[in-house]
């Protein structure tokens, strides 16, 4: 297994932290360990992708991470705080305020418009948007003529690049993206991995992607692969083709279960 260097990881601030998880599915001779003891950091101001075949895990650990599904067992802290200690109420402040969630299939309400969905959480917690941040998020994600457009007036980029800007307009402590190119051609996929780039190098972003694409994973600072509902090796500064020889040798491990 490829590990970081002290020196990538020294010091660094975790922004999100898993440890000893574990999720299973079902009970007896049926059960299925979609998570199996996995320990993992995910540090602040970084690009992680996560990876592994279809059965590894890896959809499980971004929704348990991300508050929309519970583990059988370990922990998940953001920041310093353990979400499964956490009662309702101060669960749904978490997910509102610190986490922001980018689908596949974009998630959009379809009767309203692109600014009215990028500000919906906010609206919803009653608050309103720091206009000077709004305005940079979406100079950020190349919006500005289209905030009066409803999701059907917009190409599928644009839709998810709608559903970026509103993931980071509370401006959360860790953004997950759950394969965010997945419905896109190859320009519009491109326009979102930019995007993502760019909202951790410009504004100090934490982004959590799970993809199988490895163009896509070397948009990324650091890859994290899955197989059997565990970490199985990491790479960092990855480049397309080290992504491909570590999928290759990752290839004959077979499905495991979800995600």
């Not at 379809?110 to 009653?126: D, R, W």
């Not at 950020?140 to 800007?165: E, I, Y």
């Not at 759950?178 to 996929?189: C, F, H, M, Y």
């Not at 650091?222 to 970490?231: I, N, Y």
Request: net charge negative; hydrophobic share 40%.
């Amino acid at each position: 297994m490829t590990t970081p260097s002290t020196s990538a990881t020294a010091g660094r601030e975790v922004a999100a932290r898993v440890v000893g998880l574990s999720k299973t599915y079902g009970q007896g001779e049926a059960v299925v360990r979609a998570l199996d003891d996995v320990t993992l950091d995910l540090y602040a101001g970084e690009f992680t992708a996560v990876m592994g075949p279809s059965g590894s895990g890896k959809s499980t650990l971004m929704h348990v991470c991300a508050a929309l599904d519970s583990a059988t067992s370990g922990q998940v802290l953001i920041g310093d705080r353990e979400i499964g200690r956490l009662h309702d109420k101060a669960l749904t402040l978490l997910r509102r305020e610190e986490i922001g969630f980018v689908f596949q299939s974009f998630n959009l309400v379809p009767t309203l418009t692109a600014e009215e969905n990028i500000v919906l959480p906010l609206a919803i917690a009653g608050r309103k948007p720091d206009r000077a941040w709004f305005d940079s998020v979406i100079g950020t994600v190349g919006l500005g003529d289209r905030l009066d457009h409803k999701p059907n007036q917009l190409s599928g980029g644009q839709q998810q690049r709608v559903a970026v800007a509103r993931a980071l307009v509370s401006r959360p402590r860790i953004v997950f993206a759950d394969e965010p190119t997945g419905n896109l051609d190859s320009r519009s996929g491109a326009e979102v991995l930019e995007l993502l780039r760019a909202s951790v190098d410009t504004h100090g972003q934490t982004v959590v992607m799970v993809t199988h694409d490895p163009v896509a994973a070397a948009y990324t600072d650091r890859v994290v692969f899955l197989a059997d509902g565990k970490v199985v090796d990491e790479l960092r500064r990855p480049d397309r083709d080290q992504v491909l020889a570590i999928m290759a040798r990752m290839s004959d491990a077979g499905p495991g279960g979800p995600g």
